[in-house]
Each structure stands twice: as structure tokens, then as C-alpha cells.
């Protein structure tokens, strides 16, 4: 069990504060200050389910909580509901609260091999299934967005786009529906067009 400072904390990770378990759901932004830099979070306590808004100190450092960790595939989403199978075949189901923002990353795969099959590992905490580590890196399909502006690759003006999970992340002008990009997990951040298009 290390410790861990507030800029190493992402969706997923789960440290103890105020003697708290608490995983982190939602990276709500920063506000800097004369005091420095808050860092907001969404936090769920692992044992009693509940949920609040935290603002934590970019230098503050916390113990980290070690997760047991479990290769899953996502089977299915029934409403809610997460399926995910181990290896041993066993169903493991998370709502998606409790995925929190990793929920938007993952959809079932719709064909055998298809790149929907991401390695993915269910995260435990004294044997109970608390929520999912992601690829830092991702690829999704972007499913609407307004038209892309030729000539505009700078990258510095961005719009939003929705992808085939349902969540909308914002995208440099120069990408079109049907593109596939590359995202970065962490905060949601556009890295790149997929290079297998």
C-alpha cells in the first residue's frame, strides 16, 4: 500500500481519506486560488454506497488502497447494468453508477475479435466487485458531430461529438461522424484519429 499525491488520483482509483474508503467516480474539474489548486472529485465510500463531492489540495497525498484485480470481458448492459464474464466464466455485475465515467468507454463487442474487446479488470475490495481499470487509451467510433472543417488541423478549436457508447466528448474541428478516435481514459481527452480507419 503506497501513498499517492491528487494528481496521480483518476477515475477508479481508490485511497483512503478522513479514514474513508473512497473510489473515485467523476473527475469534476480544478480551481486555482491564492491557496493553490483544489482538485474536485465524485467519490463513492466502497463500504456504504454513498456518494459525495470532494475538493482535495493538488499537493494533498492519501494512502492508496490496494484493489484486488480480475480480467473480465463485458458480455452484455441490460438497462443499468453492467455483465462482465471472468475467465472462469463467472458473471459479475456492476450498475453503472458504480463505473462511474468508465461506463462511457465500454460497450459490449458485437463480433468475435471485434476491438469492443478491451482487457478489462474488475476491480474487488475485501471481495466485493467495486468497479472497472480501463486501458488508458481507448478507440471509439464517433456517432454525430457537426461536419468537419477541412484545413483546420491545429487542433486548438474543439466541438462536441458523441460517440457509440452515448457519451460526448469534445473533438478538434477536423473529425466527422463515422471517424474513429483514440481517447484518453483518464479525462476523456481527444489523442488522436485511430490510424485503422
Known sequence: ???????????????????????????????????????????????????????????????????????VKLSYVDGEDYHFMDENWEEVVLSKEDLGDNAGYIKPSEAEGDDDDYALEITYYEGKAVGIDLPIRITRKITYCEPGIKGDTSGKSSKPATLDTGIEVMVPLFCNTDDRIVIDTRDGSFVERAKDK
Not at 481508490?14 to 473515485?24: G, K, R, S
Open 1 to 71: 500500500m503506497g501513498t499517492i499525491v491528487t494528481n496521480e488520483i483518476k477515475v477508479g482509483t481508490a485511497f483512503m481519506c478522513e479514514n474513508e474508503p473512497l473510489i473515485v467516480q467523476k473527475k469534476l474539474g480544478q480551481k486555482g486560488g491564492r491557496q493553490g489548486i483544489t482538485v474536485n472529485l465524485r467519490v463513492k465510500n466502497i463500504v456504504t454506497g454513498s456518494t459525495k463531492d470532494l475538493g482535495v489540495d493538488a499537493g494533498d497525498k492519501f494512502q492508496e488502497i490496494e484493489l484486488e484485480k480480475k480480467a
